[in-house]
């Protein structure tokens, strides 16, 4: 009995020993790089295809070197009918050049045909969600623009200066991507006019704002967003602006599609102005088209 | 496995570049931190790059690279592990010898079998060791659209040069 006890216990000895100089020989020559290595932060790309989810900012700036073009169309309301071939006849549009100074910093000039706004703006990533050992979990970047109406000055309203003709919108841009597919943007934004018809009536407003995209497919996602004020309305009864599109990514170019209720594509018209109903079909379709030219290249190139 | 050990050479900063031509465009990228390991006594030997290490002449085609193609969220690293064929210790006698090795190419979730070409040699302080070969984009399952074969090579040119010092 005791002989036999203790050749079993011999067997699972040399049993164990075996199983460990098996799995110490089949440790691989990879296992033992990824040892050596150092898990690195890495910051998280891609958040959103292009700069804007449908109107709004997203977190995305040009890289370095890189000049954005963008041209943005709103035709007019669905709800127009047959004989404006339902808004395609009645367009409003917009030319932007965004160029990022370094990857983190872009500055920016647009004009739009709507009530001959020039823009003139700037954008920082502030903070970069990441992953690895130092991770972090969003990112924020900082939107300014400026807006000047370039429509002649009219007669009612006397004495009218220049500084009568801006606005200014600042813009936090908190943003997370979920996953590959899933992105969402948190947007507090405040709007300031320096004009206003009457007195008494609001030069400011503060408005939280909120976006996402779900990618379809390598180059096909569906965004949506909406903007609601935590201030009274500028005009009473105003509704706030929601809008839903596409983007489509072939090479250099991204192609935005999208049903709106805020026909404007500066951000105090879509953010401050009265939006359109979707309900009566006062929507309009749209898109903006960007893109890229690496004007200077990498500096490692 | 002290023995072992001491026949370990290993490398943190390898260079990898690769290069696709069409007549539209040139798409070179490289990367500068390769990891390399070789086991002296029998000739194996693993390579491993993290893609998102690569960088790109323009910015966004290292995204297209890294969303698009490579998905490098889903696929972090590429590795070769294999061994040098007819390996004998008379390879570290200080010449450049040219070589062939044989192992398993890992890159966007696919495997493939693969034999290389490539030379070492033997330095003082470890092995300088290269090699290049084509990557057939179809046999890793990396899709090109329609519109980007005018701009991306169906096959891919990658160049490797690693320095392994003794661990």
């Not at chain 1, 823009?119 to 900082?142: C, H, I, M, T």
């Not at chain 1, 007195?199 to 609601?228: C, Q, V, W």
């Not at chain 2, 010898?97 to 302080?125: M, N, P, Y």
């Not at chain 2, 046999?139 to 003794?166: C, F, M, N, R």
């Amino acid at each position: 009995m005791r002989t036999q006890e203790s050749s079993s216990w011999q067997v699972v000895l040399l049993l164990t020993l075996l199983v460990c100089s098996v799995s110490s020989r089949g440790q691989g020559l990879l296992d033992i790089l990824n040892e050596s290595v150092e898990p690195v932060t890495v910051p998280v790309s891609a958040t959103f295809k292009d700069t804007r989810i449908v109107n709004v900012q997203s977190s995305e700036t040009p890289g370095s070197g890189v000049l954005h073009f963008v041209i943005a169309h709103r035709f007019g309301t669905l709800s127009s009918g047959a004989y404006d071939l339902w808004g395609l006849d009645n367009a409003q549009m917009r030319m932007g050049l965004d160029y990022g100074l370094t990857d983190r910093f872009a500055i920016g000039v647009a004009r739009n045909t709507y009530q001959k706004t020039y823009e003139v703006n700037a954008k920082a990533r502030v903070l970069r969600q990441s992953k690895g050992p130092k991770a972090f979990p969003f990112s924020l970047s900082w939107y300014s623009v400026m807006m000047v109406n370039g429509l002649k000055a009219s007669q009612e309203y006397s004495p009218y200066y220049f500084t009568h003709r801006l606005s200014y919108v600042h813009q936090a841009i908190l943003t997370r991507k979920f996953n590959e597919r899933l992105s969402f943007a948190l947007v507090p934004s405040f709007v300031h006019r320096n004009f206003v018809k009457a007195t008494g009536d609001k030069h400011d407003m503060f408005l939280i704002g909120g976006g996402g995209r779900y990618k379809l497919g390598p180059r096909f996602s569906i965004n949506a967003e909406y903007h609601h004020r935590l201030t009274p309305a500028f005009a009473p009864g105003a509704l706030p602006s929601l809008s839903i599109g596409v983007d489509i990514e072939t090479g250099g170019h991204v192609f935005q599609l999208h049903m709106t209720n805020a026909r404007g594509m500066f951000e105090r018209s879509f953010l401050a102005e009265p939006a359109g109903s979707w309900v009566n079909g006062d929507i309009y379709f749209g898109f903006n088209l960007s893109r890229v030219f690496q004007l200077k290249t990498n500096s490692e190139w | 496995m002290s023995v072992m050990n001491a026949q370990r050479y290993m490398g943190h900063s390898g260079t990898v570049h690769f290069h696709s031509q069409t007549l539209m465009e040139d798409i070179e990228a490289t990367l500068p931190d390769m990891t390399g390991i070789m086991d002296a006594v029998d000739g194996s030997f693993a390579f491993q790059v993290k893609m998102r290490s690569f960088s790109f002449e323009k910015a966004l085609m290292q995204e297209h690279f890294n969303e698009d193609y490579i998905e490098s969220d889903q696929f972090p690293k590429a590795s070769f592990q294999g061994q040098i064929i007819g390996w004998s210790e008379s390879l570290g006698d200080g010449e450049t010898h040219v070589v062939q090795a044989e192992g398993v190419f890992w890159c966007h979730g696919v495997e493939q079998r693969r034999t290389i070409d490539g030379s070492l040699k033997k330095a003082d302080d470890g092995w300088e060791i290269s090699c290049r070969f084509p990557v057939e984009l179809e046999e890793h399952d990396i899709d090109v659209p329609g519109w980007a074969t005018y701009l991306i090579s169906s096959t891919i040119d990658v160049d490797v040069q690693i320095k392994l010092t003794q661990q």
